[in-house]
């Protein structure tokens, strides 16, 4: 999430109507069909919509490189490779992220509405964006969740200097009234695109990111891109989670692990889960949706600490963000802009 | 994990098969029948054998006052409130949390055998001393693992200064080679219990664990007891998580979330999830081995920090401890030893 951008003076702000249009023609021009198309014109406006830039309209111009250069097979369809019942294993084909992500989530689903829970390892995929993506689709439908992606090395172990983890995204929701609840959280504390941007403002990270060259916890962005030993979060504990995430992503697809995924250049054939729970399934909705509103009333019901506002749960400041981005459009850089405006064809 | 417990000048040591008969009679004389005391005793000698004392021989004079006092009910076995399949709900009827998380495992793992993955929603249970317990058992049989429990109130939300979330402690694990890979994180950085400890010695926590009045991050204990802001893992992060374990945990069991559970003096009638994959049914096991294999020997051939020794999995740890727990007794302080031979019958 990056608010810089709101209040930048090279931004503009793009009706998200507009802003996902331009991405479905772009789509098009190269070859996605039209359906295709306007899912990942969806989500790539949805996450800017919400807030989430980096991987909606800041990443999309990325996303376009990636499918020029083949890394990403546009034709790709998920292949069903084996069912045990109530978990599939699905091969991404080296297939578009988002377009892979979405079918796994749905495709859990509906396993959940046959036995109660589903589960879908998918294997050979490419990055999904956000995971929060899925985890809201599949909660505001009525269903919890739970699923998380490997990612290449780009964490190191506990005690360690060298990149051997994944920061391996870990995405959990539940319904809430019309919407949704949704975490999404990685395994380090800061993203390096985080502490590069406090970095070249010359600003400190809010509370310690990673270690210095003593080897002490700083929050001096300078300081950790010089070591690259980022922080995991809570320390050891982080560390140890997404190496779980990772085995059992690799166990359950059958797919490539961290430190296969790390042997390509670019970031790609990752491993993915995806459990559902058809909430509907296991008693009265309106009982259900009770229990949900009395935990997050009492978790509002906190006392702030001086100098902190509102106490959010998970998603909510995307809820806010979403309202203002509709109002006012989204805001983009206009460097970032012109680029995609390039990507139109002739 | 206590290790000051270990040089300790008051400590004796016991061994094990020693400490797990006395345990026997205690619960035998309380009434549970020959099967749960012997189940009940193993579980309470094993976590401490595996150097997880805090939730072995450390608290099994309390387990014990529970019982006296009523809290658990001895005698109650827990019974399926319903099943949608590959999820089922079970009441835990306020029995043995031991007992009540280990019968919800090998069920979550029987409902896997059928339908390639498992779960139980678990409510009205009590404390089941070390998750781990439950995901080692898993893996140990062939299966990976995911469960948590709700708590009490005993961690802040992020930014807030009072309690409104519990540490809900999450376990993942693994099969590997004859044992598992077993990680155990509670959402709070350090228990109370360990910041206590430290503060007796007066030494500092290695790693910020709290707010100190000022609301600045410290690593004293003595501030952070002062004013009971410890820190979640991760900062927001683990607060977010903590919030999402508590709100799955009560919407699949039905049961009580951390906010209900609260109400008691006691902490009881937790809510507990269990998931179970048979990995089996995904492959072939040799494959799936060499795929934990190398992901481990990855994990482990980084380059280790100055001053850090080898890099660890989760729960690899407990396995050295073990083995030396074994062959040299588990250390128990005199007076704690002192307190449990009381609970003996006549």
Redesign the interface.
């Known amino acids: 999430m990056n608010d810089s951008l709101k209040n930048s003076v090279s931004g503009v702000r793009i009706a998200h109507e507009e802003m996902e249009k331009i991405f479905f023609k772009i789509l098009s021009s190269r070859g996605f069909t039209e359906e295709k198309s306007a899912s990942i014109a969806r989500v790539f406006t949805d996450n800017s919509l919400d807030g989430v830039y980096s991987h909606g309209v800041n990443r999309f111009a990325r996303f376009i490189k990636y499918i020029d250069a083949k890394i990403i097979n546009i034709n790709a369809e998920p292949a069903k490779k ?6 599939e ?1 699905w091969d991404g084909n080296s297939g578009t992220g988002i377009l892979n992500a979405l079918f796994s989530t749905e495709r859990a689903m509906k396993i959940a509405d ?4 589903g ?1 879908v ?1 998918l294997s050979n995929t490419n990055h999904w964006m956000r995971g929060g993506t899925y985890g809201r689709h599949a909660a505001k439908a009525g269903y ?1 969740f ?1 699923g998380w992606t490997n990612t290449t090395r780009n964490m ?7 990149f ?2 994944g920061n391996n995204p ?1 995405v ?3 319904p809430f009234k019309n919407d949704a ?1 949704v ?1 999404d ?1 990685a395994m380090s ?1 800061f993203s390096y695109g985080k502490m590069e941007a406090a970095k070249e403002k010359n600003s400190l990270l809010p ?2 990111g990673g ?1 210095n060259k003593e ?1 002490n ?1 700083t929050n001096d962005p300078a300081e950790i891109l010089e070591t690259w ?1 980022a922080l995991p ?3 050891w ?2 560390a ?2 997404a ?6 992503a ?3 697809s ?1 797919g490539l ?3 296969e995924i790390s042997r390509s250049e670019h970031e790609h054939n990752v491993s993915q889960i995806f ?1 559902a ?3 509907s ?3 009265d909705r309106s009982a ?1 949706s009770k ?2 509103s ?2 997050i009333e ?2 509002q ?9 509102k ?1 959010l ?2 998603g909510e400041r995307a809820m806010f963000t979403r309202k203002e981005n509709i109002e006012t459009g989204i805001p983009v850089e206009q460097n970032i802009w012109n680029e995609i405006i390039k990507l139109l064809p002739a």
């Open positions: 084996f069912s045990a019942g109530a978990i294993q046959k036995f109660g829970i589960c390892a919890t739970i190191p172990a506990w005690g360690a200097v060298d051997r983890l870990l959990i929701s539940a609840i975490l959280m504390q509370y310690p270690f080897g916890l030993r979060i809570g320390y504990k982080g140890g989670l190496l779980l995430l990772d085995l059992l690799a166990i359950l059958g692990s961290t430190h459990f729970v058809n909430v399934k296991l008693g259900i229990t949900v009395t935990i009492d978790y019901s906190s006392v702030p600490a001086a100098g902190s506002g106490i749960f998970p």
